[in-house]
């Protein structure tokens, strides 16, 4: 019999690529989504491309009894993937208690409920902004959590902290910088959010929504002077969950935290010159001044999900430029 696995914020970016990640290991996914920076859309291409019917429960999170309802009526889950959370940095400084009442507030509830309703396994999306601006690079999961560069990544930190007090077997995946949508543009982000990372910026410019974009700081002590990240394919991202949902059921007892990167930094520069040869455009870019609260530069040791998981890149940057791009194209139709 296929396993059951709770998929909260499972109509979002990534939620909605592991949906089909799940489904193709045999798994069967169960959505729990208030759509609040999704759209059903991203359900039905995850039917689309499954060719399968998909539960989906249009549930806020951080609703006690509405919840408590679904454990009730679905009572053979087997783990959870919490995406669950709101996740604009920008807008954490200014809501700083939108963030911590959904975030902090829905993890809460969930652990509440798993303990009631016996469902022993988590696996919670983290983010590398736990580790604030690391003192090593790159970074592995024994570095101590930094300053909270934001209300954001403070939620994270707490977050990670409520599941190790839990007596729940739990999986923290730490994510750097997710990137690229599924080969079929059938789902990706449909955040309405006003974007803040880096390649949602520049498909804006190459779609005309935006003119021209700035780049924050060109004196940074990096190759080229521009901040350096760590960029994933969500398609890759994806299937680390999978193979984390793999381990946590074939074992007990499990607590840990795993960071989800490629490990190779990529300054700001560098990956617009990419999206430029890619997608042969000409992306408009001037330079600014540094903006607050920005980490110079961060990369993953990815070793410990190398070894323990069996998790490795696949997929391309090249790849998530361009799939980047096509999202971009077909969501402004
Ligand atoms: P997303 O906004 O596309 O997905 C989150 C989903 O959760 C959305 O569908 C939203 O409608 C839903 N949601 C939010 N609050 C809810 C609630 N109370 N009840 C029910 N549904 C709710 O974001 P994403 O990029 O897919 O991110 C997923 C997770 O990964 C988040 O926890 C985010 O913080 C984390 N993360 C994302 C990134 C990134 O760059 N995308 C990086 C690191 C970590």
């Known amino acids: 019999m296929k396993k059951n ?8 970016y990534i939620g ?7 489904y193709n290991s045999g798994y069967k996914p169960i959505v729990v989504d208030n759509l609040s920076n999704s759209s059903l859309n991203n359900i039905k291409g995850a039917e689309q491309i499954t060719k399968s019917k ?3 429960y249009k549930l806020d ?3 006690f009894e509405q919840m408590n309802k679904l454990f009730e009526e679905q009572k053979n889950i087997d783990a959870v993937i919490h995406f669950a959370a709101f996740k604009s940095v920008e807008e954490s400084v200014i809501q700083p208690d939108k963030y911590f009442s959904n975030n902090i507030g829905s993890l809460e509830i969930l652990i509440n409920l798993m303990n009631s309703h016996n469902v022993n396994n988590i696996i919670f999306s983290s983010s590398c902004t736990v580790y604030g601006s690391p003192e090593f690079l790159p970074v592995n999961e024994l570095a101590p959590f930094g300053k909270a560069e934001s209300p954001y990544g403070e939620t994270k930190q707490l977050c990670e902290k409520l599941i190790q007090k839990s007596e729940i077997n739990s999986i923290s995946l730490r994510y750097f910088n997710p990137v690229g949508s599924h080969p079929s543009s059938l789902i990706g982000d449909c955040s309405a959010d006003k974007p803040n990372n880096l390649v ?5 410019v190459a779609s005309g929504k935006r003119k021209s974009m700035q780049i924050f700081g060109n004196d ?3 190759p080229d002077g521009t901040c350096v990240r760590d960029y994933i394919h969500v398609v890759d991202l994806a299937k680390a969950h999978v193979m984390a949902v793999n381990h946590i059921l074939n074992n007990t007892k499990i607590k840990t935290a795993y960071n989800l990167g490629v490990g190779k930094g990529l ?3 560098e990956v617009i010159d990419s999206f430029q040869k890619v997608n042969n455009l000409k992306i408009s870019h001037a330079l600014g001044p540094r903006r607050a609260g920005d980490v110079e530069k961060i990369y993953s040791d990815n070793t410990k999900i190398n ?3 069996g998790w490795f890149p696949v997929m391309s940057f090249e790849s998530a430029l361009e799939t980047a791009w096509n999202w971009e194209k077909l969501k402004n139709l």
């Not at 696995?5 to 979002?12: D, E, F, P, R």
């Not at 909605?16 to 799940?22: G, M, Q």
């Not at 949602?200 to 804006?204: F, G, K, L, Q």
């Open 5 to 12: 696995i709770l998929v909260t914020g499972g109509a979002g």
């Open 61 to 63: 999170c951080t609703d």
């Open 16 to 22: 909605s690529h592991t949906l089909v990640e799940l």
């Open 200 to 204: 949602p910026i520049i498909c804006e």
């Open 220 to 222: 940074y002590n990096t």
């Open 54 to 56: 998909i539960d989906f």
């Open 307 to 309: 070894i323990e998981l």
């Open 267 to 269: 300054s700001v520069l």
